[in-house]
């Protein structure tokens, strides 16, 4: 029934019924009055709806993970559910032991077919960037390869199958890769280029880690702990000492040292412990989880709810601060669908990784990584849309840069820029900290600070410690905007 003035109402005369109202129209009225009450009560449940959702958002931090490809964005976002979602990364440590095994087996089947071209006489494929030769006599005469690799070949043959296995038991949150050309871009801001693409390299590929992780995301929710598995284990134990000889067999690391291929740090770190890895009871640790490669498409969210810490709560919560955490595909082949995640974004940790700049993109072996990687934060510190995002930078990768500093690679041999500088890890860290820091200065359409971590995201222990620090950062500024502090 809808609203019915008083006799001494102004508007009682207005809305009352007609004195000669049959029947028919009365009913036809009332009817009319009823749907209209309907519309009005439907209008206040959405304005108070509204009211209630943006309530709610205040207490949610969106958290974006950029950089290019290879940069760390997942393993960040590893740091941080294993440290504040702990319950889901306990269900889902499992499902990593079959994504480690991918990768040791992925990264054998690499290196036989690099001992098969070898072998075949196949020419390696030239680099701009490494111009490493096998000048040494002795290095020439110990890369020759022997029966002994052949029988090695063979025996690790087995390999094969247990990768299709294996990518079949991960395969019910499988991708399939984008067609073979595809336009690039540089920032997610540009317009995708037609005329500009990329042949990708075959890799294989999941939505998202919830879809294979978790055995009952699962088709039939198949266990890790099922036949198939013990079979794949089984498989892969008989071959570990024919995949540690190959391994640490000075002509192959000398043929992947002659074909400039750096299989990734990934690779080494499991292939360096294949007598745990390869064992039939062998159980995944914290530091496999993140070290582990699956690659995934798409965007990743995740949330996490922080209870704990004298920044967490809002006034008047016990629920706690909620981050949703957006992982993105760094690739410039992904980058124009960045753009619609901006929206309302509180904040964005930029991952740079310090240890690339003597490599080329991936994707085009034309443009340097180090050269990307500012392109692409230019274009985050300088967007208008951006312009209130709080900024984090990680400066990633430096275990990798000491590595090749150690190694006699100068930096300023790739880098002009770099002057005579002391070619040490603290100096070109600082340099690189100075770069971006002024990039961000001088582009940002509005005063703001940005905050620069050294990092080795591979490292849990460090990598802890400065997550704290930027959760109680993101979360105090947060507060400060509420006008909760």
Not at 127 to 143: G, I, K
Request: aromatic share 8%.
């Amino acid at each position: 029934m809808g609203f019915l003035p008083g006799p001494t109402d102004p508007f009682y005369e207005l809305m009352r019924p007609p004195i000669d109202e049959t029947p028919a129209q009365k009913t036809a009225r009332l009817k009319r009055e009823l749907d209209d009450q309907r519309v009005s009560d439907g209008i206040d449940e959405d304005i108070k709806q509204d009211r209630a959702n943006k309530k709610k958002e205040r207490k949610i931090v969106k958290v974006l993970l950029l950089g290019q490809s290879e940069s760390g964005k997942s393993t960040t976002l590893k740091n941080f559910r294993m440290r504040y979602a702990q319950d889901e990364w306990k269900r889902e440590r499992n499902g990593w032991r079959a994504v480690v095994q991918l990768n040791i087996v992925r990264s054998i089947i690499t290196i036989l077919k690099v001992i098969e071209a070898e072998m075949n006489g196949d020419v390696p494929a030239d680099s701009e960037d490494d111009q490493t030769t096998l000048n040494d006599s002795n290095e020439v005469e110990a890369m020759k390869f022997t029966d002994r690799h052949q029988l090695l070949m063979i025996r690790l043959a087995p390999l094969l199958g247990v990768e299709a296995d294996l990518k079949r038991r991960l395969g019910a949150g499988s991708e399939p890769l984008p067609p073979a050309a595809t336009p690039l871009s540089a920032t997610p801001f540009d317009t995708r280029d037609i005329g500009t693409n990329v042949r990708r390299k075959q890799e294989f590929s999941v939505r998202s880690w919830k879809e294979v992780l978790l055995p009952e995301a699962r088709e039939g929710g198949e266990s890790s702990s099922g036949q198939g598995s013990d079979s794949i284990s089984s498989t892969i134990s008989g071959c570990k000492d024919d995949m540690k000889a190959l391994w640490e067999d000075k002509a192959v690391r000398l043929a992947l040292k002659r074909r400039r291929l750096q299989l990734n740090d990934t690779a080494g770190f499991f292939l360096n412990d294949l007598d745990r890895i390869a064992a039939r009871n062998y159980t995944v640790t914290d530091d496999d989880i993140v070290r582990a490669r699956l690659r995934t498409v798409g965007i990743q969210e995740h949330k996490l709810i922080f209870r704990q810490g004298p920044w967490d709560n809002p006034r008047g919560s016990q629920s706690g601060w909620e981050w949703r955490i957006f992982d993105v595909g760094g690739c410039r082949t992904t980058r124009a669908a960045w753009l619609p995640y901006f929206d309302n974004v509180n904040v964005i940790i930029f991952l740079s990784p310090v240890s690339v700049f003597d490599q080329r993109l991936e994707e085009d072996k034309t443009v340097n990584r180090l050269e990307d990687s500012i392109i692409l934060w230019t274009s985050i510190c300088s967007s208008k849309l951006l312009a209130r995002t709080q900024l984090i930078l990680f400066l990633n990768k430096c275990d990798l840069l000491r590595r090749k500093l150690k190694r006699g690679i100068q930096v300023k041999q790739y880098l002009p820029s770099y002057g005579d500088r002391p070619n040490e890890v603290i100096t070109v860290v600082k340099y690189f900290r100075e770069k971006f820091k002024d990039i961000q200065k001088q582009h940002s359409p509005e005063s703001r600070s940005v905050y620069i971590y050294p990092t080795t995201v591979t490292d849990t222990t460090a990598t802890g410690t400065t997550l704290e620090t930027v959760r109680d950062g993101v979360l105090r500024e947060n507060l400060a905007a509420s006008q909760l502090i």
